[in-house]
Every structure is written in structure tokens, then in C-alpha cells.
């Protein structure tokens, strides 16, 4: 027996494709969406870790700044106390100073010299005398520039006749002068006397 279908199949074939086309799509969207939506928690998962390591990375950073600042604050205690420490070694170094100006300029005042007045600030002495001659203040200046561990760099400033009736026991007319030296510290004394003791040749052996 032979059967022959009535029915439109060519539509019901079309119609099954749409359908199964409209299902492919509609599965395709789910997948889609879900894709993305693993992906955005993906992402959010990232940034919150991310975000977490930056915190731990920002109360470390704020850990070390506190402690950069202590350490400056220890190094500018230490500068203070290298500081406080040079000034009291410098105060005991130069406690002596003016027992050893005094000294030296006793030792290189040379005879027909005596000093009226000692002006002493920091390296700077000005010393103020009468001479007996022009010679006496030139053998001064010798004396103090070559002769002298303390002084240095001696410089008249001036020099003049005495007025009349100055040094009335004097039989002949004295002279006013003035000179600056340079007074060395004993850190600079200290160095210059061990060179020019290792420089002096040895005693002949007897």
C-alpha cells in the first residue's frame, strides 16, 4: 500500500530549522552571558587581590617612612652630639692658646722692644709696642715669622715716631708700631712640629 503525505513538509522542515536555529542562538546568548559574567568575577576576584596586596604594600611603605624619619631624626641627634663634642674638644684645645701667645711672643721679642697692648680675636693678634728703632721691629718680624711654631704670616701694620715727651727715661726718641700675626691652633701646631722632627737628621753615633 502506498502512502502519500498531504502535509505542506517543505514548511514543517522550515519551520523545525527556525526553530532549532532560534535555539542555537538563544543557547549561544546563554553562553555568551555566562562567559561573561565568569569573566567580570574573574576580574573582580584580580582587582579585590590586587587591591588587598596594595594595602599590605601601603602600610609597609608607611611602616618604612616612619622609620626613614627616626633614622633622620637619630642622624640629626648624632650631628648635634658631633657637634656639642667638637666644640668641647675645640674649647679644651684652645683653653692653653693664650699661655702659648703669651710664651711666644716673650721668646721672639727681641731686646729694646717691650708691647703695650695684645688684641687677640680667633687667629688674629694685634700687638701694639714701643721700639727703641726701625731694626728692633724688623728683627720682631723675623723672629715671628721664622722662629716661631705659634706664629705665622706677621704683617706690619704701622710705625711711627713717638711724640716728644714719650719715654721720657730714653735717651734717644722711640718709635710706636703696630703688627698682626696669625696665631695657630694647636691641631695645626701638633702636625707641623712631628714633620719637622722627622725631617732633623739623626745625632751622629759616638
Same mark, same amino acid.
Not at 526553530?19 to 543557547?27: P, S, W
Not at 553562553?31 to 584580580?46: D, T
Not at 604594600?57 to 642622624?75: G, H, R, W
Given at each position: 500500500?502506498?502512502?502519500?503525505?498531504?502535509?505542506?513538509?517543505?514548511?514543517?522542515?522550515?519551520?523545525?530549522?527556525?526553530?532549532?536555529?532560534?535555539?542555537?542562538?538563544?543557547?549561544?546568548?546563554?553562553?555568551?552571558?555566562?562567559?561573561?559574567?565568569?569573566?567580570?568575577?574573574?576580574?573582580?576576584?584580580?582587582?579585590?587581590?590586587?587591591?588587598?596586596?596594595?594595602?599590605?604594600?601601603?602600610?609597609?611603605?608607611?611602616?618604612?617612612?616612619?622609620?626613614?624619619?627616626?633614622?633622620?631624626?637619630?642622624?640629626?641627634?648624632?650631628?648635634?652630639?658631633?657637634?656639642?663634642?667638637?666644640?668641647?674638644?675645640?674649647?679644651?684645645?684652645?683653653?692653653?692658646?693664650?699661655?702659648?701667645?703669651?710664651?711666644?711672643?716673650?721668646?721672639?721679642?727681641?731686646?729694646?722692644?717691650?708691647?703695650?697692648?695684645?688684641?687677640?680675636?680667633?687667629?688674629?693678634?694685634?700687638?701694639?709696642?714701643?721700639?727703641?728703632?726701625?731694626?728692633?721691629?724688623?728683627?720682631?718680624?723675623?723672629?715671628?715669622?721664622?722662629? &716661631?711654631?705659634? #706664629?705665622?704670616?706677621?704683617?706690619?701694620?704701622?710705625?711711627?715716631? %713717638?711724640? $716728644?715727651?714719650? /719715654? @721720657? *727715661?730714653?735717651?734717644?726718641?722711640?718709635?710706636?708700631? &703696630?703688627?698682626? #700675626?696669625?696665631?695657630?691652633?694647636?691641631?695645626?701646631?701638633?702636625? %707641623?712640629? $712631628?714633620?719637622? /722632627? @722627622? *725631617?732633623?737628621?739623626?745625632?751622629?753615633?759616638?
Amino acid at each position: 500500500m502506498i502512502l502519500i503525505n498531504l502535509l505542506p513538509h517543505r514548511e514543517e522542515k522550515r519551520r523545525l530549522r527556525k526553530q532549532a536555529f532560534f535555539a542555537g542562538l538563544g543557547v549561544s546568548g546563554l553562553a555568551g552571558v555566562a562567559i561573561v559574567v565568569f569573566w567580570y568575577g574573574v576580574q573582580m576576584q584580580m582587582i579585590s587581590s590586587q587591591q588587598e596586596r596594595n594595602a599590605v604594600l601601603m602600610d609597609a611603605i608607611a611602616k618604612l617612612e616612619t622609620e626613614i624619619k627616626d633614622v633622620s631624626t637619630l642622624k640629626g641627634e648624632i650631628e648635634s652630639l658631633k657637634a656639642r663634642q667638637r666644640a668641647v674638644e675645640d674649647l679644651q684645645t684652645d683653653r692653653n692658646v693664650p699661655v702659648h701667645l703669651l710664651n711666644e711672643l716673650v721668646a721672639q721679642t727681641p731686646e729694646g722692644i717691650y708691647l703695650t697692648a695684645i688684641r687677640h680675636s680667633g687667629e688674629s693678634v694685634l700687638v701694639s709696642g714701643m721700639a727703641q728703632s726701625n731694626e728692633r721691629v724688623s728683627e720682631f718680624l723675623r723672629n715671628a715669622n721664622s722662629r &716661631s711654631p705659634w #706664629l705665622a704670616q706677621p704683617e706690619l701694620v704701622e710705625i711711627k715716631a %713717638a711724640p $716728644a715727651g714719650r /719715654g @721720657a *727715661s730714653e735717651s734717644r726718641r722711640l718709635f710706636e708700631f &703696630s703688627m698682626r #700675626l696669625t696665631l695657630k691652633r694647636p691641631q695645626d701646631v701638633a702636625p %707641623a712640629e $712631628a714633620a719637622s /722632627g @722627622a *725631617s732633623a737628621p739623626a745625632a751622629p753615633k759616638v
